[in-house]
């Protein structure tokens, strides 16, 4: 891999340093119309926004969950069985993941570890929802049952920061997530599969579509760029589903600056980040 020196390039040809510039509001829709698309983490708050817009979309969508009754607050799903596209599994066991990704076309993996608040102003992982258990192992694993079953394409939710060991972020709860989350990206790109590997900053929960979206490399962003919505996340991942030329096999930070309008231009993006390849 290429090693650019932390240089990040303006999609519209900017003359000097910044960033590649896309927002929210214009789709070019290239997906196949048979495309089935599989969301993993689904009830997650990431998941299933990501989920919903696919629904919108009328793209096949599928969802791998853990807990039912989410499903049926978060996913609408009334049966929220596999009549539906909702299947039951666990990523720490790869068999469980069988169902739901035989028959799947693309999948989009927004499984991540939690650290919990131990109240005492620190953080922990209960036992088996490790780091390593679940952004590691947990995403090799579905990364092989995607290579079994033929899947077209992987697009992985990861984490900035990964280019910055031991942080704040990488030691909470002692679970070093930024060195397990940085393994699982290198276990998709060696897989042989298409992938799309999207690194956001600071998730926040506020509407999304509004602020303007920036990607790069190498957690280069300036201070005081390092948060993004939700929604504007599920809508790169959608369009990663919806541009699948323009976004194969690329890996980037996403952020937003708030104090820009978004501008909706998806392709600019994905185009700008392939001319400054890691």
């Known amino acids: 891999q290429k090693n650019n020196g932390n240089k990040q390039t303006m999609a519209r040809g900017s003359p ?3 960033f590649f510039l896309l927002a929210l509001g214009v789709g070019f829709a290239a997906v196949q119309a048979d495309t089935t698309v599989l969301v993993t983490g689904a009830t997650g708050r990431l998941g299933s926004i990501t989920y919903n817009k696919l629904k919108e979309r009328g793209i096949s969508t599928r969802g791998l969950i853990r807990n039912v009754t989410k499903a049926k607050e978060r996913l609408h799903c009334n049966r929220c069985d596999a009549s539906e596209g909702i299947f039951v599994g666990d990523v720490r066991n790869v068999s469980s993941l069988e169902a739901a990704f035989e028959g ?3 999948a989009i993996i927004v499984t991540s570890s939690a650290p919990i608040p131990d109240g005492k102003g620190g953080y922990f992982y209960e036992n088996g929802s490790y780091p390593i258990d679940i952004d590691w192992k947990g995403c090799n694993n579905q990364v092989r049952a995607a290579m079994k079953h033929g899947l077209k394409k992987v697009i992985l939710v990861s984490s900035a920061g990964t280019s910055q060991p031991d942080s704040f972020l990488d030691l909470l709860g002692k679970g070093h997530v930024l060195f397990f989350k940085l393994n699982g990206e290198a276990s998709l790109m060696s897989s042989g599969l298409d992938f799309t590997i999207v690194k956001p900053t600071g ?3 506020s509407a999304g ?3 303007l979206l920036l990607a790069g490399q190498e957690d280069s ?3 005081g760029l390092s948060s993004i919505n939700r ?3 599920a809508e790169v991942l959608v369009q990663a589903v919806m541009l699948p030329e323009k976004s194969v096999n ?3 930070d996403l952020t937003s600056d708030p104090n820009k309008p978004a ?3 998806f392709p600019a993006l994905f185009d700008g980040v392939r001319k400054e390849p890691l």
């Open 203 to 205: 998730l926040l929960t």
């Open 263 to 265: 501008t909706g231009d």
């Open 16 to 18: 000097s340093p910044c």
């Open 104 to 106: 799947s076309d693309v």
């Open 209 to 211: 579509g509004k602020a």
């Open 221 to 223: 962003f300036p201070k």
């Open 231 to 233: 929604e504007d996340v």
């Open 250 to 252: 690329l890996r980037f």
